[in-house]
C-alpha cells in the first residue's frame, strides 16, 4: 500500500499534479504556503477547466504555528439586475436556469481570496515573490497547451447536450467540433492573455481595471446579469471560522454560507459515540447517521449568513451535540429520503517549512460552471447562483445575496500538536469524505494516505450520483456492506474507485517539523515535497 509522502521542507497535495508541482516550486524558491497555494490554484484552473475556474469561488482556512486559522471567504453575491422579476421576464418562473448566460449571475471570488490571501502572508514579512512569478505556470499551461484528462474528456462527452450551445463553450473546449479525447492537446489562448495581465498589473483588475472591463462587456454581450458595478464593489472577507472541541483536538470549518458546519457536527456527534474500531460497521453506521442529524439541522436553515436567525455556533455547543447525538439509534437506520446537490470543486493543501498550513477549495459549482466562457477573456463562469430558489424559503434570491455552498476546507489543531488540513470535492459527500478521512487518521491511527485510498461511502445525491442510497465502494468489506443491509441502509454497491466519492487530500505537519502529504487515487492528483 503507498503511504504518505513526507518532508521537512514543504509539500503540496493538488488533484492534479501539474498544480502540485506549481506549488511545489514556489515553496522552493523560498515562498510560503499561501503563495504555493495561489501558484496552484492559478495553475489548476488552466489544467483542470471542468472542477474550477478564474471564473469561480474559493475559501481558505491559514494558520500560523500556535494560532487558530483564520478564514477567507472568497464567495461572490448574486448580480444587482439577478431578482425573480428578472428571470420571470426571461421565462423562468418555478427554477432558475443552471446552464448558459442566465446561470452567470454571481460574481466570481476566487481571485479576489487569492488577493487578500496573499495580503495575510505579506504580514509575515520576509519578501513576497512577485504575482507574476506565482502565476507563471498557469499562463504556460494555457499557452502551450493542456493534455485533457480522462475526467475532462469523460464529462465533456456526458455534458456535451446541457454545453454546447452555450456561449463560448464549444469553441473553448470542443475546438473540433465533438468533445475531445482523452490525451488529445487544448490551447487557451485567451485565458493565457487573461492571466498573463493579471500577474503584471495585479489581481484586482479582475475587479477594477481592464480585464473586470472585458468581463462585463462579454457578461453583458452574452445575456449574463453580471455587471461592471458588481465587479467593482466586490471584496474577498475574512471571517471567524466555527469550530468544534473533540477528544483528540479542535476542528475548524468555515461559517454559513458553507456546510462547514455539518462537517463539524458530523465529527461532534460520533465523537460522542465511542466508536473503537475503524471500518467496521459501527463507524460506517455511526459516521452516516451523524451525517443524517447534521444535514437535517443544516437543510433547515442553511442561508446567507446576513440573514440567519440562529448562530450554527450553538449547533456545535457539547450540550447540543450530546442531546442530538443521543437521538442517533446504534443498531438501525433512519430513512433517508432526502435530496441533494451536486458539484464539481478542487480541494488542494499546502505546508511550508515554517509550519504555516493552507487548507483550501476552489469551484464553478457544477462541471464547467455555467458553462459560459466569458468573450475575449478565457474565463469560464460559475453556476453558484443556481443553488438560490425563485419561491419563498431561506435562501430565495435577492440581489447582493451570498448562495449556499456545499464547499468547506476543514483544519484540525491536534491535541497531540499536529496540525491536519483536509477536504475534498463531491458536493453532499464533501462532509461525509472529511469524516472519514479525519476519523481514520485522528481516532484510529491509520497511514495517512490509507485514509484517503480506502474504500468510502456517500449517502444520497452528490457529484456524478442520482439516486439518494447510501453508496459504497465495492472494496468495502462484504460483512460491513451486510451489517449496513440488515440496519436498514439501502446500500447500493458501485465500483472500487469511484468519482462521485470526492478527490480527497490532507497534510498533517507534526510537531517534529514531519510534514505529511496524501492524494487521491479517484483523481489525477499528486503531493509535491521538497
Not at 350 to 362: F, K, L, N, P, T
Request: net charge negative; proline share 7%; aromatic share 6%.
Amino acid at each position: 500500500m503507498l503511504r504518505a509522502r513526507a518532508s521537512l521542507s514543504g509539500i503540496v497535495s493538488a488533484p492534479h499534479h501539474l498544480a502540485a508541482q506549481a506549488g511545489r516550486d514556489v515553496l522552493r524558491e523560498g515562498g510560503t504556503a499561501v503563495e504555493a497555494m495561489v501558484a496552484a490554484a492559478a495553475t489548476i484552473a488552466v489544467v483542470y477547466p471542468h472542477m474550477n475556474a478564474l471564473g469561480g469561488d474559493g475559501f481558505w482556512l491559514i494558520a500560523e504555528p500556535g494560532q487558530d486559522p483564520v478564514a477567507i471567504r472568497a464567495c461572490g453575491p448574486a448580480a444587482a439586475r439577478a431578482t425573480p422579476a428578472f428571470y420571470r421576464e426571461h421565462g423562468h418562473t418555478a427554477t432558475l436556469p443552471t446552464r448558459g448566460p442566465l446561470a452567470a449571475l454571481t460574481v466570481a471570488g476566487a481571485v479576489a481570496g487569492w488577493a487578500e490571501a496573499l495580503a495575510l502572508s505579506h504580514a509575515w514579512g520576509g519578501r513576497p515573490l512577485p504575482v507574476s512569478r506565482l502565476l507563471v505556470d498557469a499562463v504556460h499551461h494555457a499557452r502551450t497547451g493542456v493534455v485533457v484528462s480522462d475526467g475532462q474528456a469523460a464529462l465533456t462527452a456526458a455534458k456535451w447536450g446541457e454545453l454546447a450551445t452555450v456561449p463560448g463553450f464549444a469553441a473553448t473546449f470542443a475546438p473540433e467540433g465533438l468533445p475531445p479525447l482523452s490525451g488529445t492537446v487544448q490551447h487557451y489562448p485567451a485565458l493565457a492573455e487573461t492571466v498573463e495581465r493579471l500577474g503584471r498589473v495585479g489581481l484586482d483588475d479582475f475587479y477594477r481595471g481592464e480585464v473586470a472591463r472585458a468581463l462585463a462587456t462579454g457578461l453583458e454581450q452574452t445575456g449574463a446579469p453580471v455587471s461592471l458595478a458588481d465587479l467593482d464593489a466586490y471584496r474577498a472577507a475574512r471571517v471567524a471560522p466555527l469550530k468544534v472541541g473533540l477528544k483528540d483536538g479542535c476542528v475548524f470549518g468555515h461559517p454559513p454560507p458553507t456546510q462547514g458546519v455539518a462537517t463539524l457536527m458530523i465529527l461532534g456527534l460520533f465523537d460522542r459515540l465511542g466508536v473503537r474500531e475503524a471500518d467496521g460497521f459501527a463507524h460506517v453506521h455511526g459516521l452516516v447517521e451523524a451525517t443524517k442529524r447534521a444535514f437535517l439541522r443544516r437543510d433547515a436553515s442553511l442561508s446567507d449568513p446576513a440573514r440567519m436567525t440562529e448562530d450554527p455556533a450553538d449547533w456545535l455547543l457539547p450540550d447540543a451535540l450530546t442531546a442530538e447525538a443521543a437521538r442517533i439509534d446504534r443498531e438501525r437506520a433512519l430513512p433517508w429520503p432526502q435530496g441533494g446537490a451536486g458539484g464539481d470543486t478542487v480541494w488542494m493543501g499546502a505546508a511550508d517549512r515554517e509550519g504555516r498550513v493552507v487548507s483550501y477549495i476552489q469551484s464553478v459549482y457544477w462541471e464547467f460552471g455555467s458553462g459560459l466562457v466569458v468573450p475575449g477573456t478565457g474565463v469560464t463562469w460559475q453556476n453558484r447562483g443556481s443553488a438560490f430558489t425563485l419561491a419563498d424559503g431561506p435562501n430565495r434570491l435577492e440581489p447582493g445575496r451570498l448562495p449556499v455552498h456545499t464547499l468547506n476546507p476543514s483544519l484540525a489543531r491536534l491535541a497531540d500538536g499536529r496540525v491536519l488540513a483536509f477536504g475534498t470535492m463531491g458536493g453532499e459527500g464533501q462532509p461525509q469524505t472529511q469524516a472519514a478521512v479525519f476519523t481514520r487518521y485522528v481516532r484510529f491511527g491509520q497511514d495517512l494516505q490509507a485514509t484517503v485510498t480506502a474504500p468510502r461511502w456517500l449517502l444520497g445525491r452528490t457529484w456524478g450520483a442520482e439516486t439518494t442510497t447510501l453508496k459504497v465502494e465495492s472494496r468495502m468489506a462484504p460483512d460491513v456492506v451486510g451489517a449496513l443491509e440488515a440496519a436498514g441502509h439501502a446500500v447500493e454497491v458501485v465500483g472500487p474507485f469511484e468519482d462521485m466519492m470526492g478527490h480527497a487530500g490532507a497534510i498533517s505537519v507534526g510537531s517534529d517539523g514531519v510534514i505529511l502529504g496524501a492524494s487521491d487515487p479517484r483523481a489525477d492528483g499528486a503531493c509535491a515535497a521538497i
